[in-house]
């Protein structure tokens, strides 16, 4: 089951966020201390691994490991101050359109390292 934006400042839910928590194929949160086990999401159901809920690889491109389909980080968005805006790695918050050129630009990074 999909996490509730009413759900995201309670109990289970800390308030260090891995990206993933953003993502609109979060189906759910695992722990939030240590190596993050039993966060699952549409692309890794049967867990997320820790190289992409850490944020050392960031899910804009199809990964090899485990992954469901071409499913990648989609983030929800939410209405700010500056207009929509969406949460990035980092814990940054950028608008739709910052977000697209990011995302652009590190779709070009990924690829480039693995012509390596």
């Known amino acids: 089951m999909p996490v509730k934006k009413s759900d995201m400042n309670v109990g289970k839910y800390s308030c260090y966020r891995p990206y993933c ?3 609109k194929h979060l189906l759910d949160v695992g722990e939030q201390e240590g190596i993050y086990t039993g966060w699952t999401c549409k692309a890794f159901p049967t867990g997320i691994p820790f190289p992409v809920i850490n944020g050392n690889v960031p899910h804009v491109i ?4 485990l992954q469901e389909g071409e499913i990648v980080y989609d983030p929800k968005v939410i209405p700010g101050g500056r207009g929509d805006e969406v949460s ?3 814990g940054s918050w950028v608008t739709v359109k910052e977000w697209e050129e990011i995302r652009d630009q590190e779709i070009a990074r990924q690829k480039s390292l693995l012509k390596k």
């Open 21 to 23: 928590f953003y993502c």
């Open 88 to 90: 990035v790695w980092g």
């Open 62 to 65: 199809a990964q090899d490991m």
